[in-house]
C-alpha cells in the first residue's frame, strides 16, 4: 500500500459517514487538502512520500467519524439552551414521583424493620424504576421542540414581554375568582355538596364524613376563611387595571405564605373532620397544597432577576 492507497482509505471512510448526496464533494475537498499537507511533508522531510507518512498525516486529523462531523451538522436531540431547563424539571418531576410514592407507601401499617424495608423495596420496583419515563418524556418533548424550532425559526422569534403582565388576560383572572368564591362556599359547609349532588338524600355517615370538628372551626378555620377573603379585592384591583404590579406580587407572596403556616398548623394540631377517613384524605391534600404553593414562591425568587449598579458605567 502506497500513499495514495492510505489517503483513499482514509478519505473513504470519512465519505462513508455522511449523506449520499455530500459523500463526492466532500471526499474531493479532503482529498485535495490531505494531498497538498502530505507533499508539504514530504518536501520538509526532504523524502518521498510514502504510507508510513500518509498514514502518521491522517492520524493526525483523527478518526474518520470525527472527521466526518466537521462536514455534516451534530444531531442534538435537545438544544444546549433547553440543558438546564431539562435538568431542573428532570429533577423537580422525578422528587415529586418519588416523594408522592414513598408517602404512599410508608403510609402502609409498618410494624417492625423488615416491613419498612419490604416497603422501601416495593417503592424502588413500583416506583423509582417506572417513574423513568417522565426523563423519557422531556427527552422526546424536547427534542420535538429543538427540531421544530430549526424547522420553523420564524416561530421562536424572540419578542419583548411585559413584566407586569397578566398570564390568560382578565378572562383568566375571572376565573381564578370565581373559583376562590366557589371554593370559600364549599369550605363553609362542605356538606353543600352532598345537598347539591343527591338533593339531601345522602347517607348519614356522608353527612358526617364532611362535618367539622369543633377544634377546627374554634382555631384554624377563621385564620384560613380570613386568609381566602383577603385574596378576592387582590383579584378585583389586577381585573379591574388589566395588569399586575409588584406590590400586588409582594402581597400575593405574605398571603400565600400566611396561608401555607395556617395550613401547616391545621395539619399537625388535630382532626378537621369527624370522620378519621375524610381527616387523611383531607390532610393529605393540605399538604400537598403547601407543598406546591412554597415551590412555586421558590420559583419565583429564584426567578427574579434585580440588576445591580455597574460601577464602571457610574464612573
Not at 380570613?226 to 402581597?251: A, D, E, T
Amino acid at each position: 500500500m502506497n500513499a495514495n492507497d492510505v489517503i483513499e482509505a482514509y478519505v473513504t471512510e470519512v465519505a462513508l459517514q455522511l449523506p449520499k448526496k455530500q459523500r463526492n464533494d466532500v471526499a474531493f475537498e479532503l482529498r485535495a487538502l490531505l494531498a497538498e499537507e502530505l507533499q508539504g511533508n514530504a518536501e520538509a522531510a526532504g523524502r518521498a512520500a510514502d504510507a508510513a507518512m500518509a498514514l502518521e498525516l491522517v492520524q493526525t486529523w483523527g478518526r474518520p467519524e470525527e472527521v466526518a462531523l466537521r462536514y455534516r451538522p451534530t444531531l442534538t436531540i435537545i438544544d444546549p439552551a433547553d440543558g438546564h431547563n431539562f435538568l431542573r424539571a428532570t429533577v423537580i418531576g422525578l422528587a415529586i414521583l418519588w416523594g408522592l410514592g414513598l408517602v404512599i407507601v410508608l403510609r402502609r401499617p409498618i410494624a417492625s424493620g423488615g416491613d419498612v424495608l419490604t416497603a422501601l423495596g416495593q417503592w424502588w420496583a413500583s416506583i423509582v424504576i417506572p417513574s423513568l419515563w417522565w426523563p423519557g418524556m422531556l427527552v422526546v418533548g424536547y427534542g420535538v421542540a429543538a427540531w421544530s424550532r430549526r424547522r420553523w425559526p420564524q416561530t421562536s422569534v424572540w419578542k419583548p414581554r411585559a413584566a407586569d403582565r397578566l398570564y390568560g388576560g382578565r378572562l383568566a383572572m375571572v376565573m381564578a375568582l370565581f373559583a376562590i368564591l366557589c371554593g370559600i362556599s364549599v369550605l363553609l359547609d362542605p356538606r353543600r355538596v352532598l345537598e347539591v349532588v343527591w338533593g339531601g338524600r345522602a347517607a348519614p355517615a356522608a353527612y358526617q364524613a364532611l362535618t367539622y370538628t369543633e377544634t377546627f372551626l374554634e382555631r384554624q378555620a377563621p385564620w384560613v376563611l380570613g386568609l381566602l377573603l383577603l385574596n378576592i379585592p387582590l383579584f378585583l384591583v389586577v381585573i379591574v387595571m388589566g395588569r399586575g404590579s409588584s406590590v400586588q406580587r409582594r402581597i400575593e407572596t405574605v398571603l400565600s405564605l400566611g396561608t401555607c403556616a395556617v395550613l401547616g398548623w391545621t395539619v399537625l394540631d388535630g382532626p378537621v373532620f369527624m370522620a378519621e377517613a375524610s381527616d387523611r384524605t383531607a390532610k393529605f391534600f393540605l399538604v400537598l397544597i403547601v407543598a406546591f404553593t412554597l415551590i412555586g414562591i421558590a420559583i419565583q425568587l429564584h426567578r427574579r432577576v434585580r440588576p445591580s449598579p455597574n460601577p464602571r458605567m457610574q464612573a
